[in-house]
Structures are given as C-alpha cells and as structure tokens.
C-alpha cells in the first residue's frame, strides 16, 4: 500500500519518473524537439507521488524546460507543500516568482506566507 503512494499514476516508481523527465530535456538539448504530450504525461505522473529528491529533480527537469509554466511551478510548489518543507516551499518561490510573473503564483505565495506567520503565532502565545 505505501509502495503505491510512491509510483506516479501509470504505476511507475520515482527512479523512472526522473528518468523520463532527463531523457525529454536530453531531447530538448540534443534535437530542439519539445515533446509537449510527453511533458504534459509527465506532469500528471507526478501528481499526488509524495515529494522525494527523485522526484523533485523531476520537477527541477520540467521548470528547467519551461522556466514560465505557472502550471508546473504551481505543482511544484503544491507537492513541497503537502511534504511539509517550508524551507523548500520558499527556495521554490524565491526562483519562480522572479522567473514567471503570475498573479496566481503571488497569490499562492500570500496564502503561503499567511499559512507560516499564522502557525508561529501559534507557537509563540
């Protein structure tokens, strides 16, 4: 059961998932193809995997491919939120705020930063 939170929805484990995100880059690099529906079955894979170094190289493979996707920058940082690494979710933010302007993504980083200040006033009183 904990075996199948691991593996993206068509079964595949993290390892495989960050293959594939390499192998479509390489693509990119090598012959200037962007396989659009590759990318797009990649970053459903990722959905709902919990957050691990393979997978985050995964996601480090789709943001270096499409720098200004909000989508992909909104799964990223959605996936660093449900492990529960602030530090992540800010390092996350610091590169795709300057890098994609969105609304949506300034939005996201509010509630965000909301959600932290709130759970250290907690703390503090």
Do not use: N
């Amino acid at each position: 059961m904990a075996d199948d939170r691991r593996r993206g929805r068509d079964g595949r484990d993290a390892a495989s998932i960050l293959k594939g995100a390499q192998q479509l880059r390489a693509k990119i690099h090598e012959q200037g193809i962007y396989d659009l529906p590759a990318f797009k079955q990649l970053l459903d894979e990722l959905r709902g995997v919990p957050m691990s170094s393979e997978i985050r190289m995964a996601y480090e493979e789709l943001v270096m491919a499409f720098p200004t996707a909000v989508g992909i920058w909104t799964r990223y940082l959605e996936a660093e939120m449900s492990a529960g690494s602030t530090d992540a979710v800010k390092a996350v933010f610091g590169r795709c705020l300057m890098q994609c302007p969105s609304v949506d993504l300034w939005f996201m980083y509010l509630k965000f930063i909301k959600k932290v200040s709130d759970s250290v006033l907690c703390l503090v009183m």
